[in-house]
């Protein structure tokens, strides 16, 4: 066991990383050190990075050299996803001592244990993603956010949409056995969490790469069974993956919550096309709209991509007329940039900075008028709210579509479900008291 030894970590990007990252540092915990803020100095430094964007690949490399800068004699270790893609350039960086990559993530734990030895020699471990044929389990470690805990069940991406480097750094799709998920949920339910957050890099994919397993919807029937887990949310869902046996199981099964976080990118034919996604405007309408005919108050929100080669100004108006049809509680807008060795990096008609800030502000007004009316909608309404924070006397939590609600005069306690009556709009978020039964 290692006393007195500190260690600290950053995670960039998405929930994924953030679940994998707890599980590293469950490990180096369990061998006795302790976890220290990461401007604080350490002896180890673990920077687990993301390549979704260029501003991403410029965190990763900041973080680094900071770390470094904190403890000139500290351990200093890159991984992740910017580590898989582009090792090289992170070998470069003089401050940083070791480089993994995702394929070898699990070995990052030997490599502190064993740091003088010549097992750990080579700056760079790295293999090839696409070597990766079966799902890697972590050590397991709850990832929490207030009252809710995540469960990974899947890994890597066979669409290789034109814009993204996450098939080059995540590898193909990997499913994790059902059996496998049902216990961590059922290690959930016992330690008392009322929510769970389902995540990987592509969910509507699970199963598909492993005969006899049972596919998402079966996952997620299972999962409601448990006893004690009450609420179940889905990370993010391709528009092509939402089948009518999802929708069913959406509009009959209480226990799914009725939001969906959308990896939507364009609404435009031509964008889409371009893009490579596996789908078209007219399926994003009639998935979407279908889905909200049959669950009552479900809400969206979604990702969308702005500035895409060749998207003139009638591609854009495209994309926001049916992001307006169909109405979002929320959007993640993203500036499009190249991506070093994919398909969209290579395309002509490029798209000027001042048209791609101008389109994003223009997203960002349709945001805001989307979500006014929602606040509308639910004005008189009672929401059931899962709380996640008591202070100044009011209690804040989210309702089963995933919409921010203050609850007035109430101090409860988190993970407590409290039922709201809603009576007016504040700072962007619903807020009323409790209701009395």
């Known amino acids: ?40 100095k350490a002896d ?56 993994i990559g995702n394929s070898d993530k699990s070995g990052i734990i030997d490599l502190i244990n064993n740091i003088d030895s010549e097992k750990t020699s080579e700056r760079v471990i790295h293999k090839n993603i696409f070597d990766a044929k079966e799902y890697e389990e972590l050590e397991f470690s709850t990832l929490r ?33 059902l059996e496998s998920i049902l216990k961590e949920a059922e290690v959930l339910a016992n330690e008392c969490f ?10 509507g994919a699970y199963g598909e790469d492993i005969p006899g397993n049972g596919d998402f919807e079966t996952l997620l ?21 939402i089948s009518d046996r999802f929708i069913e199981l959406m509009k009959n099964n209480e226990k799914l919550m ?18 490579n996604r596996n789908y078209d405007s007219h399926l994003i309408k009639e998935r979407l709209l279908k889905l909200k005919k049959n669950v009552k108050n ?54 000027d900075s001042r048209t791609k800030k101008t389109r994003a502000a223009k997203l960002e007004k349709l945001k805001e008028e989307m979500q006014s009316s929602l606040m509308v909608k639910y004005m008189g309404e009672t929401m059931e709210i899962l709380v996640e924070e008591s202070k100044n006397g009011n209690t804040y939590g989210y309702s089963k579509n995933y919409i ?11 993970n407590e479900l409290v039922e709201v009556l809603i009576s007016g709009v504040e700072n962007g978020r619903l807020k009323g008291g409790k209701k009395i039964k």
């Open 298 to 351: 479900i809400e969206y929100t979604a990702d969308v991509i702005v500035g895409f080669p060749g998207e003139y100004e009638i591609n854009f108006e495209n994309t926001a007329s049916v992001i307006k049809e169909i109405g979002f509680s929320d959007l993640h807008i993203f500036q499009y940039s190249d991506r070093e060795n994919t398909a969209a990096s290579k395309l002509s008609n490029k798209i």
């Open 44 to 99: 180890v430094y673990i920077v687990n990075s993301c390549t979704v964007t260029t501003i991403a690949d410029r965190k990763t490399r900041n973080m680094l050299r900071r770390a470094k800068k904190n403890n000139p004699n500290s351990l200093v270790i890159a991984t992740g996803c910017y580590a898989q893609t582009n090792a090289e350039d992170l070998e470069a960086i003089e401050e940083i001592d070791y480089v």
């Open 194 to 203: 009322k929510e769970i957050i389902i995540i990987g890099i592509n969910l």
């Open 221 to 241: 029937d299972k999962i409601s069974m448990i006893k004690g887990i009450e609420r179940i949310r889905i990370g993010s869902m391709y528009p092509d993956k």
């Open 404 to 414: 921010k609600v203050e609850i007035v005069d109430y101090i409860g306690k988190v």
């Open 258 to 275: 009725p939001h969906l976080h959308i990896s939507l990118q364009s609404c435009d034919d031509e964008i889409l096309k371009a893009m």
């Open 1 to 40: 066991m290692i006393s007195n030894k500190k260690a600290a970590f950053c995670t960039l990007g998405c929930k994924v990383n953030q679940y994998e990252t707890e599980s590293i540092k469950k490990q180096l915990l369990d061998l006795g050190y302790n976890e220290v803020n990461f401007d604080d």
């Open 145 to 177: 956010e207030m009252s809710r805990a995540y469960i990974k069940i899947q890994d890597g991406c066979n669409n290789f949409c034109s814009y993204c480097k996450i098939p080059f750094a995540r590898g193909r799709s990997r499913s994790r056995k």
